[in-house]
């Protein structure tokens, strides 16, 4: 599966262009753009990691030109219209206008046409936190849960640390070869290493 990230400047987020018979984004940032000009007109869906400001308020401007669809897990949904739990206020800005037209759960496949996204619930930054997975690439999508050096997610802007280490935990029984995390770099070598040492970080520094 051919994975491009066409955004990831600053505090926006990273946004995987997936090349799959369905086009898929995963995330979007925050300056749409910019964005649209990585992106084939014929975009058909964008899966979001979380309600975050920094990776979904590129969205409206993105559905508009390409008419892709949006995918979001249940447990996040109600915060997209709260500037204060998606952080658009931090960001001095109002909650984007968008719509969830397919409400992902736990376990849920999504259908790429040639390539098949698992959805693990990740909560811990956000209640209804997502990774995704691809099971013939290995490859792991990680939102802001796990990031490259042994980073995770904070846990102070309406996550939970308890679910967090919970989460971590489940992303280290993966068979992960890659690992695209929400900020910084694709982590290519020594994914698995990378996911035990955030759990690792995440016990020390959550201190449970
Ligand atoms: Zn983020
Ligand atoms: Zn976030």
Request: hydrophobic share 40%.
């Amino acid at each position: 599966m051919k994975v491009i990230n066409v955004n990831g400047v600053f505090y926006d987020s990273n946004a995987y262009l997936l090349d799959a018979k369905r086009k898929t984004l995963v995330d979007a940032g925050i300056d749409g753009s910019r964005v649209l000009k990585s992106l084939p007109e014929d975009l058909e869906l964008i899966i979001l990691t979380h309600c975050h400001y920094d990776h979904i308020a590129a969205v409206p401007e993105i559905v508009k030109a390409t008419g892709a669809k949006v995918a979001m897990h249940e447990a996040d949904v109600p915060f997209i219209k709260s500037s204060k739990i998606n952080c658009a206020r931090m960001f001095g800005s109002d909650s984007p206008e968008l719509k969830v037209d397919m409400v992902l759960k736990d376990g849920d496949e999504i259908d790429l046409g040639d390539v098949k996204l698992r959805v693990i619930h990740t909560p811990g930054h956000t209640p209804g936190s997502i990774c995704l997975y691809e099971p013939v690439s290995k490859a792991m999508f990680t939102g802001d849960t796990v990031f490259e050096e042994g980073g995770f997610g904070r846990t102070d802007i309406g996550g939970n640390p308890e679910h967090m280490l919970s989460s971590l935990a489940t992303l280290t029984r993966f068979e992960v070869v890659t690992l695209y995390p929400g900020h910084g770099n694709i982590v290519a070598e020594n994914a698995p290493e990378a996911l035990r040492t955030s759990l690792k970080s995440a016990r020390f520094m959550l201190m449970i």
